[in-house]
């Protein structure tokens, strides 16, 4: 008997029982559609990721403060700190240096009020440095900085929140902690990271916001943009020699009393929580996957229990165990496949929504691999039932009811 007859008959034994058959497929489908779609929302986290970083700018290093304990060290980050880091003699792989200083706080404008995620205060040069793209009006001077002038850059969501859609905020003068400011822009859209919005922001010169909100203490970081992507590591080196210095860190201390921090580390960090993330979510799609391979055991056992009769006479012509067994593989094979088959349709259509917030993105080697996974559960759980199938003896089968 040729492969096309095999076929033929397992096509035939597939439609005896439609509903059976309909079911063990939805089985699959919602197997191999979970896997895909629950992989992809972790492959699209990690894009958003990587994306929000790069739009932070691959030349930007951020230094932090930390407790100095009884080592000794001083652990405020000062502005004497950020003279020092501007010095072009001793940091000439840096660009720009910006002090910032921030704080939660409650924006007004007429009745509408919106407790933005952060007040920054900082020099001009941290919108480059952090890739602030103006969308309208303009940044503040550095004779805004010299001046305390109360104006304020405002993030798109923090606009959006505070004035709606319908009001321009440029021009218009808000409330932050009682304290009358003036709106001279509004920064373009960034996205999400999936754990900050960097959009829900308001920018202000460093005097005025220590003046008016945070005090004249020491700043809470220092973002700094390196001449190049290439001069990161030249200028990290700088500025480590310059903070050992002003901080009184001992040479091959074993820690100090601050942490610089760049974009590739941040990228490492969460793309490795990001892919572990995707792991997980991909292991969880996968039981079901398996749950459904276990129903297409049942099924194919109750399909052998009812066609014994079928089987015995089928033998008792001459039919080898092979073809048998084939039939019944064939059988298994093709209902896996076709439920691995809708299934990489409802992904590519569940792909289309965001899932928690998060576009999907489909990788093509999920989409081969579930269905290479569905041939490999048609064949595994397909084996016992086929095996069975192909062992029964002619005259027991023929005797059965």
Not at 69 to 90: H, M, N, P
Not at 187 to 215: E, H
Not at 342 to 365: Q, R, T
Request: aromatic residues 6%.
């Amino acid at each position: 008997m040729s492969f096309f007859e095999i076929f033929g008959f397992a096509l035939r034994g597939v439609a005896a029982n439609k509903l059976r058959s309909g079911l063990t497929v939805l089985g699959i489908l919602i197997g191999v559609a979970a896997v895909i779609l629950l992989v992809a929302v972790g492959t699209g986290s990690a894009k958003q990721v990587e994306d929000s970083l790069a739009a932070l700018g691959t030349n930007t290093l951020t230094v932090q403060g930390g407790r100095g304990g009884d080592t000794g060290y001083r652990t405020d980050l000062t502005l004497d700190i950020v003279k020092a880091l501007q010095d072009k003699e001793s940091a000439p792989d840096v660009k720009s240096v910006s002090p910032v200083v921030n704080s939660a706080q409650t924006l007004t404008f007429g009745d509408a009020s919106y407790d933005v995620n952060a007040v920054i205060g900082t020099y001009p040069s941290y919108f480059s440095a952090s890739n602030s793209v103006l969308a309208s009006g303009s940044g503040f001077t550095e004779e805004d900085v010299d001046q305390a002038a109360r104006v304020v850059v405002l993030g798109p969501t923090t606009a959006e929140e505070l004035f709606g859609t319908t009001v321009d905020p440029v021009g218009q003068r808000i409330g932050i902690a009682g304290q009358i400011y003036s709106v001279i822009g509004v920064l373009a859209k960034k996205g999400s990271t999936g754990f900050n919005d960097p959009d829900d922001v308001a920018i202000a010169p460093l005097p005025a916001v220590q003046r008016s909100l945070t005090g004249y203490g020491p700043v809470s970081s220092i973002t700094i943009e390196a001449a190049s992507a290439d001069a990161v590591a030249a200028a990290k080196a700088e500025i480590t020699a310059i903070l050992n210095a002003k901080m009184h860190v001992a040479d091959g201390a074993s820690s100090t009393p601050y942490q610089i921090r760049d974009a590739s580390q941040l990228l490492e960090t969460r793309t490795a929580t990001a892919e572990t993330f995707t792991v997980l979510l991909g292991a969880v799609a996968g039981i079901s996957l398996v749950v459904g391979g276990i129903g297409i055991t049942n099924i194919m056992m109750v399909s052998v229990t009812e066609r014994t009769r079928e089987i015995g006479i089928r033998k008792a012509l001459g039919a080898p165990r092979r073809v048998i067994l084939s039939q019944f593989l064939i059988e298994a094979t093709l209902l896996s496949l076709l439920g691995g088959g809708l299934g990489v349709a409802a992904a590519l259509i569940g792909a289309n929504f965001e899932i928690v917030g998060i576009k999907p993105v489909i990788m093509p080697d999920s989409v081969v691999l579930a269905l290479g996974v569905c041939v490999a559960i048609g064949l595994f759980f397909g084996s016992y039932p086929a095996s069975r199938a192909a062992g029964l003896r002619p005259i027991d089968a023929l005797r059965y009811e």
